[in-house]
């Protein structure tokens, strides 16, 4: 291999795992920093998680820390009661980092 074609090798490797990482938000972002929260939950969940008396329960609770990975992203995927489903509305990395964000507010 000429030193020309190794570096267009290296650079489309490049390339191609900055795509990758870029569609992975930073691990230290939290639920109320994620743009996905703000623009689809917060208006029934509130800006902070918390709640809102007229919208959804607070996303801070015994209920949630004591449901599992699945039962969140399952209640995201399918809704339940007045909560709307998001399967196919967000993509299933988006609720997956939603699902971490929230058990991560969650953690004692
Ligand atoms: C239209 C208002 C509304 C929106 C928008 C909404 N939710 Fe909800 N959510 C609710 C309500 C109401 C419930 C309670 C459902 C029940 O228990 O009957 C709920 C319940 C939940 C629960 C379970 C809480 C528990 O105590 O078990 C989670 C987790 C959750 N929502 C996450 C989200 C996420 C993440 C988003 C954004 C992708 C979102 N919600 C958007 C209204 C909403």
Redesign the pocket.
Known sequence: MKASQLSIATCSLFFALTGVFAQTPPSDTTLTANP??EK??A???GKTAEGRHF???A?I?E??AA?SADE?AN??NNG?????K?AGK?TPQEIDT?VRQ?RALNKK
């Open positions: 996905v929260f689809n939950c208006k029934c969940h919208g959804g329960p996303l609770s209920q949630v449901a969140l209640i995201i339940k009661g007045h909560m709307p998001y967000l939603l929230i």
